[in-house]
T-cell receptor
Framework: GAVVSQHPSRVICKSGTSVKIECRSLDFQATTMFWYRQFPKQSLMLMATSNEGSKATYEQGVEKDKFLINHASLTLSTLTVTSAHPEDSSFYIC?????????FGPGTRLLVL | EDQVTQSPEALRLQEGESSSLNCSYTVSGLRGLFWYRQDPGKGPEFLFTLYSAGEEKEKERLKATLTKKESFLHITAPKPEDSATYLCAVQGSYNFNKFYFGSGTKLNVKP
């Protein structure tokens, strides 16, 4: 199957700082990528759809100024958590479609102190 | 509103004890139903896609089936390495980029 990578896998930061997470499709191109958030023992919550060459589409309740998304190329999307606070601590996962299927990255664990 | 419900929330099995996981869904025009496996601290790993009622797919000890209202993931003679959370997701025809996920079934297989 298709491979999606994320970097970093784990990040710890101080409250008020910004954190950038990268999502790459390694062996295929993706004009669209998706960013999810997952709280402990809960399922994936779609945050936004990243579109190459245009603005991201955010789900209801997700602050676009806090979670900045840039789809720089056909293989790279970045999620920047700006002015992070402890409540932003979570597991962030990206995905990209290949054919009819979504393939997921390994996730990034963010801890804001 | 598109919705996915998985049951049970958690399932404990003895090694070799077969069982089934359920995924009930409501969607405006099903484009596809997907099963994923997720290990702790990792992203979901793709298992199966089902497109129409009556369709079945198999992979090793896993078999997925689909009806018009639900899907089952049958696990035959499970092994401890099958322990994981199994997620179900549906894709509708009207917004085919969006996946609706269930809350998952956490499977624990004891040796």
């Amino acid at each position: 199957g298709a491979v999606v990578s994320q970097h970093p896998s784990r990040v710890i930061c101080k409250s008020g700082t910004s954190v950038k997470i990268e999502c790459r499709s390694l062996d295929f191109q993706a004009t669209t990528m998706f960013w999810y958030r997952q709280f402990p023992k809960q399922s994936l919550m779609l945050m936004a759809t990243s579109n190459e060459g245009s603005k991201a589409t955010y789900e209801q309740g997700v602050e676009k100024d806090k979670f900045l998304i840039n789809h720089a190329s056909l293989t790279l999307s970045t999620l920047t958590v700006t002015s992070a606070h402890p409540e932003d601590s979570s597991f962030y996962i990206c995905s990209a479609p290949s054919g009819e299927t979504q393939y997921f990255g390994p996730g990034t664990r963010l801890l804001v102190l | 509103e598109d919705q996915v419900t998985q049951s049970p929330e958690a399932l404990r099995l003895q090694e070799g004890e077969s069982s089934s996981l359920n995924c009930s869904y409501t969607v405006s025009g099903l484009r596809g139903l997907f099963w994923y496996r997720q290990d702790p601290g990792k992203g979901p790993e793709f298992l199966f896609t089902l497109y129409s009622a009556g369709e079945e797919k198999e992979k090793e000890r896993l078999k997925a089936t689909l009806t018009k209202k639900e899907s089952f993931l049958h696990i035959t003679a499970p092994k401890p390495e099958d322990s994981a959370t199994y997620l179900c997701a549906v894709q509708g025809s009207y917004n085919f980029n969006k996946f609706y996920f269930g809350s998952g079934t956490k499977l624990n297989v004891k040796p």
